[in-house]
Structure formats: C-alpha cells, structure tokens
C-alpha cells in the first residue's frame, strides 16, 4: 500500500565530537525524538566537510577523525517537530538546522 502526505524534513547539522553529559550529542538528540514519539530519525557520518571557520575535516585512512560532520535527518508532522524544537534550544550551542516541507511517500505491505 502506498500512502502521500506533507511533512517537514528536520536536518542538524553538527560535529560528531559535539557532547551532552558524557555522550555524543548526535545519540542523545535520537533518544529525546524517541521519547516523545516521532516517526524516526536517521544519522549520517560524513567523511568530509567544513563549516564556518573554512577547517576542512575528512576521514584519511591512516588517520582517524575524531570531528567528523554528522547529519541528524527526521521526517515527520509540523507538530511532532515542534515538539524536539526546545530540546535542541537548549542543548544544541554550536551547528545548523534546516527545515523544509516535504511530500512524504509510504510504501507498506498491508497486513503488517
């Protein structure tokens, strides 16, 4: 069964050494949209990249990163978006946020 609806798409921007009490802030920022029930959430590592102050970060194999881009990426209501809003106020001090309205297309078997 395939399902259409709009959504927002929420993607943060952060680097993978970013921490809140001991732990990688990118985890705890997936744990707190489970809490309060969103559809999902998805965390990409990148292996290359640069932000504001132009210092390029990249993943070489005779050396090993330790401050990484990483992409935060859910999908779901405005509403359920909203929710993760001043969660992130408060603990995020240093990255991006991005928010764009999507049409969101479900594929599902129907008996599941």
Known sequence: M???????????????DHTLHGKPLYEQ???KAKKLELAGA???KGIMGFRAYHCIHTAKLLRLSED???IIEI?????NIDK???YLDEHLKTGLVTLEKVTQIKYQEKNK
């Open 75 to 79: 999908i779901d209501s405005q509403e």
């Open 68 to 70: 990484l881009p990483v």
């Open 2 to 16: 395939k399902t259409s609806t709009e959504a927002i798409s929420l993607k943060i921007f952060l680097d993978e």
């Open 42 to 44: 998805t965390v990409i």
């Open 84 to 86: 993760l809003q001043p």
């Open 29 to 31: 920022i997936v744990i």
